[in-house]
């Protein structure tokens, strides 16, 4: 499966951003999907999940009640929508794939950049 992640950019600290990513060569059904995302000097951090169905969640203590993974299986695409978005969330975001039942990411997206100024 190849992903393709967008949405990234420049917004002022409180503001909101909608991240996508599009799925092509297999149905996205068919995996677990993730955000992680990658500060300048800092490792790559998990952000969110998301499972095949979409009826389960999970979220970093660090955006918890401030982003929200869905997914579409229609369409073929994940979301993340976040907001009250703050300076250190700032970095490369990635939207990566598992096999259902495994726990490895093997697929990754190029990554889409989000600034956030103060």
């Known amino acids: 499966v190849q992903l393709q992640a967008s949405g990234g950019g420049l917004v002022q600290a409180g503001g909101s951003l909608r991240l996508s990513c599009a799925a092509s060569?297999?149905?996205?059904?068919?995996?677990?999907m993730a955000w992680f995302r990658q500060a300048p000097g800092k490792e790559r951090e998990f952000v969110a999940d998301?499972?095949?169905?979409?009826?389960?969640?999970r979220y970093a203590d660090s955006v918890k009640g401030r982003f929200t993974i869905s997914r579409d299986n229609s369409k073929n695409t994940v979301s993340l929508q976040m907001s009250s978005l703050k300076p250190e969330d700032t970095a490369i975001y990635y939207c990566?794939?598992?096999?259902?039942?495994?726990?490895?990411?093997?697929?990754w997206g190029q990554g889409t950049q989000v600034t956030v100024s103060s």
């Open positions: 990566a794939a598992r096999n259902i039942g495994s726990n490895r990411y093997n697929y």
């Open positions: 998301i499972d095949w169905s979409g009826r389960s969640t």
């Open positions: 060569g297999r149905a996205l059904s068919s995996f677990g």
